[in-house]
């Protein structure tokens, strides 16, 4: 579904992405694992659009997209939500979310899917509250909530479980898995966290200086020895 090949990114003189590839498939959740400044974040905001690619290769259901803009992308079927959540604070949690249904017109971008409320009921009991009233947790809720609505194929995570309460963090792996296993999505998710991820991944990638150093099946990461190569 997603294939990237050969990437590579610069900034200010220094290499930032060196020549990654790697794909994701429908009903499978990709792992992203690697410590802070490796180029994790840079690789997810080449991939929406949100900055170009240098050179290499991304593929789309099979059509090359380097030069679709980000809401292009999200057109068609790419979902992201970055770190920071980006909710807006001052609109309420069903405008945050009717937000998400932009790539639609006429009745269904006037209403939220009823399966937001199911995989958030929070965000139903709390649809009224402005999103900025909002606790970290049921914000990082929120901003899925809101990716979600635009009905992806591809949902792109960056480090959900940052700054969230355990609870929530549990919540939000259960939303994961249960999106993965309806297998009609392809999930991209990027963590620092290795418990988390190494509970939900079918396949990782670990970076390291801008590149892919190791990658492998989810159920081996212990054994690889992944949990040495990530920050927690």
């Given at each position: 579904m997603l294939q990237v090949s050969e990437l590579n990114q610069y900034y200010g003189g220094s290499h930032i992405l060196?020549?990654?590839?790697?794909?994701?498939?429908?009903?499978?959740?990709?792992?992203?694992?690697?410590?802070?400044?490796?180029?994790?974040?840079?690789?997810?905001?080449c991939l929406m659009g949100l900055i170009p690619a240098k050179s290499g290769e991304i593929r789309?259901?099979?059509?090359?997209?380097?030069?679709?803009?980000?809401?292009?992308?999200v057109q068609a079927g790419m979902a992201y939500v970055p770190q920071g959540r980006e909710i807006f604070p001052r609109l309420t949690v069903e405008e945050n979310l009717?937000?998400?249904?932009?790539?639609?017109?006429?009745?269904?971008?006037?209403?939220?899917p009823e399966e937001i409320y199911q995989l958030f009921p929070v965000l139903q009991e709390m649809k009224l509250r402005r999103g900025g009233d909002l606790s970290g947790g049921q914000q990082q809720q929120l901003a899925i909530g809101r990716a979600l609505a635009c009905q992806p194929q591809l949902l792109i995570l960056d480090e959900p479980t940052e700054g969230?309460?355990?609870?929530?963090?549990?919540?939000?792996?259960?939303?994961?898995?249960?999106?993965?296993?309806?297998?009609d999505m392809a999930i991209l998710l990027v963590e620092q966290f290795y418990d988390f991820a190494a509970e939900l991944a079918d396949h990782y990638l670990v970076m390291s200086r801008g590149e892919i150093i190791q990658r492998g099946s989810g159920k081996n990461m212990e054994a690889d020895g992944v949990r040495q190569l990530v920050a927690i």
């Open positions: 060196r020549g990654l590839s790697f794909e994701t498939r429908p009903g499978e959740i990709t792992c992203l694992l690697g410590r802070n400044g490796v180029g994790k974040t840079t690789l997810l905001k789309w259901q099979e059509k090359v997209i380097n030069q679709r803009k980000s809401h292009q992308r009717l937000l998400g249904r932009a790539r639609f017109t006429g009745r269904a971008a006037k209403h939220v969230i309460q355990p609870s929530v963090i549990k919540e939000i792996g259960a939303v994961i898995r249960h999106l993965a296993q309806r297998g």
